[in-house]
């Protein structure tokens, strides 16, 4: 499996659309977990923009959980703005608890401007409590003033 797990990366990183597509068909037909986890990856490694497209698919629709919280991690770091509305969709309607905690934590990842707002909206709203401890977890981590501001303010309460 390491062989085929290194030809699909460099597929992704040297191949451009050509490689989109080879990922595309892997996705399409593999059926074993641990190299299926590996794709989103290969994904965010490729030039084509479609890759993004791919990879939001992924984090909304793969069935396997830990394919769609490493979609959703690598979406974040190729995406940025774009993958804010993705992240945010899972964090409040994927059916996994471990898949919102990821997608919190890409959320941590997205630009201070980007993210902090959100995690703290996701840290006021969320009914799911390991959800929010999770933003607060990921907002204390920031050290950006507004987080301090509203864990100052949830402290008074």
């Known amino acids: 499996m390491h062989l085929r797990e290194q ?14 597509l080879a990922l595309q068909s892997l996705e399409k037909n593999a059926t074993e977990t641990a190299f299926r986890e ?4 290969d994904f965010s490694q490729n030039s084509d923009p479609a890759a993004e497209d791919e990879l939001l698919h992924m984090a909304k629709s793969d ?11 690598w ?3 190729k995406a940025g703005s774009k993958a ?12 996994e608890t471990d898949v919102k905690k990821k997608a919190v934590f ?10 902090v707002p959100q995690l703290i ?22 050290h950006d003033p507004r987080a301090l501001g ?6 008074k309460r």
Do not use: M
């Open 7 to 20: 030809a699909a990366f460099w597929l992704g990183v040297q191949r451009g659309r050509e490689g989109f």
């Open 38 to 41: 590996k794709l989103p990856f």
């Open 63 to 73: 069935p396997d959980t830990k394919v769609r919280e490493q979609a959703l991690f």
């Open 75 to 77: 979406l974040a770091q």
């Open 84 to 95: 804010t509305a993705a992240l945010a969709d899972a964090i409040q309607n994927d059916p």
């Open 106 to 115: 890409a959320l941590s990842q997205l630009p201070k401007d980007d993210s």
């Open 121 to 142: 909206h996701v840290a006021d709203t969320n009914s799911n409590p390991a959800v929010r401890k999770e933003a607060f977890f990921w907002l204390g981590q920031s």
């Open 150 to 155: 509203y864990l100052e303010q949830i402290l």
